[in-house]
Nanobody, 123 residues
Framework: VQLQASGGGLVQAGGSLRLSCAAS????????VAWFRQAPEKEREFVGS????????DYAGFLKGRFTISRDNAKNTVHLQMDSLKPEDTAVYYC?????????????????WGQGTQVTVSS
């Protein structure tokens, strides 16, 4: 499976962005998915994940309900809706997938990664 992330850009604080992750090369429905992010000089961190069915979602505690992950298995896509963005959300965002029913918070447990898309939030 190949993943292609898109939708990043520059937005003012308080604004919204919707990231997309398109999968190709196989059926996406058997994969759990996740989003991670990496800010300059910081380690990659977990943002959120979604089970293969789309029923079970998990989010990093610092988000406090601002982000939502969704998926459309028929279209082989995953989305990350980001609302009430803050300057500290500035990072490169990566989508990831693992061939499992269940998602994980750990980057090492994902086998497939998108190339990343830059999100910059200005104050």
């Amino acid at each position: 499976v190949q993943l292609q992330a898109s939708g990043g850009g520059l937005v003012q604080a308080g604004g919204s962005l919707r990231l997309s992750c398109a999968a190709s090369g196989g059926s996406f429905s058997a994969y759990a998915v996740a989003w991670f992010r990496q800010a300059p000089e910081k380690e990659r961190e977990f943002v959120g994940s979604l089970s293969w069915s789309g029923i079970s979602a998990d989010y990093a505690g610092f988000l406090k309900g601002r982000f939502t992950i969704s998926r459309d298995n028929a279209k082989n896509t995953v989305h990350l809706q980001m609302d009430s963005l803050k300057p500290e959300d500035t990072a490169v965002y990566y989508c990831a997938a693992r061939k499992s029913v269940y998602a994980s918070r750990y980057a090492r447990e994902y086998d497939y990664w998108g190339q990343g898309t830059q999100v910059t939030v200005s104050s």
